[in-house]
């Protein structure tokens, strides 16, 4: 028995590939060090939906059809001003608003999908400036698809280079094998459930924070430190507490985490032009300090920098509150779970693993006689 399904196959994909031992990730065949920083967001989505990448017609054509279905249905706006009145996390409004998508709609799995991918930024968007006392923006369809989210967050259209990298950042993350969210789309579309329930299950996983909550404590470690000259201090105390390092190691790469070299290079080309070039020389310091004590420690483990340190990184650089780290990280994913829930209902079975029972099986049961 395999607790958690560790090392189980549970499906076959041709979506991605994580190649723990050798430090690689495929996306629908392409590196992810190849493909995330020069795509377009609307070209991945492409290609994980389609099984290849668009030539030019189709990929403006695809581009116009999903910016077409931005818009959220007007029964969400109640919800999101009732869950910014109770000053809801954005996971929990999000988790709200995405089944609403199906609203008045008949069911269609690949319309569904484009709707549930292009929704997202606007759902984000639309609740984070309402529950900060602003007013949405207007939904705008000649924009990116990421400068569409940054203009839905903060109302002003983003730089090139910003849009660019959230872009980066969005199809880094787009997909990354069978993980805990993705598994849960899978397994409730297995049932020939509908593309909307399927991804508010994987929204309702990714809540969860062994799945989605760690860039912030990243980012947090980082403005601990606060100046080089403590890095070598305040990380050698933390080790000798047993404290855990968070951006670093993870539980399938055992080297580098490739996501975590593209999202580096993407810090390095944004940092260079915009935000706090302070911030990011402290953060490549505390790395530098955290991999040389982690190695000294433990030289029998090569733990490595994981995407939450550079995702903490190029979020905030980019203006990003923690609170937005999770839900922003489900702008970018929504695609996969979209591209899974299709290939699950083409391809699969429904998904009924077993379960070891560890309980007593020799008890009685005695009725008692009613009082009387």
Request: net charge neutral; aromatic share 6%; charged share 25%.
């Amino acid at each position: 028995m395999q607790e958690g399904l560790e090392g189980i196959v549970a499906a076959r994909t041709r979506l991605s590939h994580v190649d723990g031992e050798g430090g690689r990730l495929i996306i629908a065949g392409y590196a992810v060090e190849d493909l995330a920083p020069a795509a377009s967001f609307e070209d991945v989505a492409y290609l994980l939906l389609n099984g290849r990448l668009p030539d030019p017609p189709e990929g403006k054509e695809f581009a116009a059809t999903l910016a077409e279905r931005r818009a959220l249905p007007s029964v969400a706006r109640a919800v999101i001003d009732e869950a910014a009145a109770a000053k809801a996390p954005p996971m929990d409004a999000l988790r709200m608003v995405t089944p609403l998508l199906s609203l008045g709609r008949q069911e269609n799995p690949a319309d569904d999908a484009m709707t549930a991918i292009a929704a997202f930024p606007a759902i984000v968007g639309t609740y984070w400036r309402v529950r900060n006392g602003q007013p949405p923006v207007p939904i705008r369809r000649d924009l990116s698809h990421a400068a569409h989210y940054l203009h839905q967050v903060f109302g002003d259209e983003p730089s090139a280079e910003r849009a660019r990298a959230l872009e980066t950042y969005l199809n880094t993350v787009c997909d990354h094998g069978l993980n805990a969210s993705t598994f849960a789309a899978r397994v409730i579309v297995s049932t020939r459930s509908d593309v909307i329930s399927a991804i508010t299950g994987a929204v309702g996983a990714l809540k969860g924070p062994l799945h989605g909550g760690a860039p912030g404590p990243a980012l947090d470690m980082v403005f601990e430190v606060s100046t080089p000259e403590r890095a070598e201090m305040v990380i050698r105390a933390k080790l000798d507490r047993g404290e855990r390092l968070m951006g670093f190691g993870h539980r399938v790469y055992k080297v580098r985490d490739p996501r975590a070299d593209v999202l580096a290079r993407a810090a390095q080309r944004f940092y260079a032009t915009d935000g706090d070039r302070s911030l990011y020389a402290l953060a490549r310091k505390v790395e530098t300090v955290a991999l040389q004590q982690l190695r000294e420690r433990k030289p029998e483990r090569r733990i490595e920098t994981n995407v939450e340190f550079y995702t903490a990184l190029l979020l905030h650089g980019l203006g990003l509150p923690t609170d937005l780290f999770t839900p922003t990280f489900a702008v970018g994913r929504v695609l996969g779970w979209s591209a899974h829930c299709l290939e699950q209902l083409r391809e699969g079975r429904l998904i009924r693993p077993q379960s070891a029972y560890i309980g007593p099986a020799d008890l009685h049961f005695h009725p008692t006689s009613a009082a009387g």
